[in-house]
């Protein structure tokens, strides 16, 4: 049969798909390619339009390649035939591309949507059990080198600052190769390598996110040894400065933080760029890494095959996740896998007033928004299917007692036909009761510096109980229950009226009207749920959470269009003419 495009249906299908694909690679990179000028602009609004809209791009160039490819096809649309053809006929295609992985993701989501493909099918997708090897950055090309024996630390900073995109913008060019200059030997001096830098080799392109960027690359000392580095910029009404140094492995993973939205990043040479990045990253999956590109849609390609490959190796299976069961998901996940399963519950215990379509928009809308390093990255996976011997009996019973619109059941297997996947943390609860005094101090200090760190970002948790927050393996709070998820700026924080007499106070129910988006701080410390010692350090670093004022001053900022910055490193102080540095800590915000 001949189509409207004059051509068979096969080579119909493989030219619609490999121009969907290259249609979406050049809206993706003209979007990534704005951050520049947002930044040196210092247009935030703007900046956060762009990455939803980057957000949004996959979704929208596939529907329209799906649309195209139906009308063209007809009722042969989801006949096996045709993308069993097209898988072999689009394969030559794609290896001759510089991002092959990524096309044959998108390949496989057009075969998905139109051949009506559950679970996984060999015959019609691309399901490689590991991604191919990836080329070697080049230096010259992909990075730039610059050496460093024999020369002047601030000569060569200035160098390497000159060399950037912020080169003409920088308000002090040679102060900030200076301090750049100094923390270095400060580093070198406390023995943070054992040997002299030999060569700096930095990445061409900043990375952007948010109000910040990040000049990414990696020392190397003369023996070889390559060590992160990072070299963080802001704009400050207009000027532009250096503004804190990353060279420890602890902060380049919280830089790169799966709980931080998306870099925007301009590369034409995406696998290089990732081969630069994983000796840095060595804790962090590839699929993380494409992640935080903003290549979501690749990552969860690479988690399924890291899912896979992890069964076949060590045969474990789905377990229920420690703690206290959710009201909204159950959560399960192999015990000896990093990754957590959340599936919607059929009904909802109360006082849970939402429902099913209300808690899956309120993971899209985290999605879209600024996690701002303490919200997870969560990726939505549909028609999951494995064998029933995967999962545990007691988690077999929940799942069909409670979240059978969720997972069905077929014989032997076991289909999640909606699911969100994220990284898996410890319960902030069951954390504060097994870790030492000193590190439940940390963790309460933080679980308090990251409610401020979502209010800075227009995000009021709803339900502060300490099982919605959890610890990741850096030792960071996180916050990971989003169905009453809602912006800060909708809420009313008030004060709690006086009792006008005894019975009044004595009452089981307020006095006074409540109204539903009535928020009453003081009453924070009651439900918490902190005791004894650690409610005093909570409350000797964050007594200002418990008052009206913080939060409405927070309100007022967001709604006067006055952005805050939360800052995922250590600052360099003011002091730049005294030619000294101050810090403040990790997670700070500054308006």
Known sequence: MIHSSGQGPVPMVVAAILNGYRTYRDYFRSITDRAPDRFIQGHWDAMQADAVERLEAYQKILDQTVAAIATDLGPEVDGSDIWIAAKSAIAPEIDRLSDPDLAETFFNSV??????????????????EAPRPMPLPRAGRDYRRFAAAGRSMAALWREILEASVFSGHLANLDQDARRVARYIDTCREQDQWNHSLGHIDMIPSPFFRGMGAYLIGRLVTADGTGHPLAIALINEKGTIAVDGIITAMR????????????????????TELLAFLRPLLPHRRLAELYISLGFNRHGKTELY???????????????????????????????????????????????KKTTRRQVMAQYAYIFRHDRTGRLPDTQLFEHLRFDRGCFHPDLLRVLENSAARSVTFDNDKVSLGLAYVERRVRPLDLYLAEAAFEAACTAVIDFGQAIKDLAYSN??????????????????????DFDEVCPLTQCRFRRKPRPLCHEDEMASEPWYFVGENDIFPEEFESFLGLTGDLRHVFLAHHQDLLDVDFWQHTQTLILRGNPIHVFPYTRLGACRTAGTATFTRNGGASP
């Open 305 to 351: 095959r890291d899912l896979a490959r992890h069964q076949n190796a060590c045969r474990d299976i789905f377990e229920i996740s420690p703690g206290k069961p959710g009201m909204v998901m159950a959560v399960f996940n192999m015990p000896s896998d990093d990754m957590v399963f959340k599936v919607i519950r059929d009904h909802f215990a109360q006082p």
């Open 111 to 128: 075969a998905r949507r139109l051949g009506n493909i559950l679970g996984a099918d060999a015959r019609r997708e691309f399901l490689r």
């Open 251 to 270: 902060e380049f993973r919280i830089l790169f933080s799966y709980t931080h939205s998306y870099f925007h990043v301009s590369t034409d040479h995406l």
């Open 459 to 480: 995000i009021f948790p709803g339900d502060m109980l300490l099982k919605n927050f959890g610890v990741t393996a850096l030792g960071r709070v996180i916050f990971y």
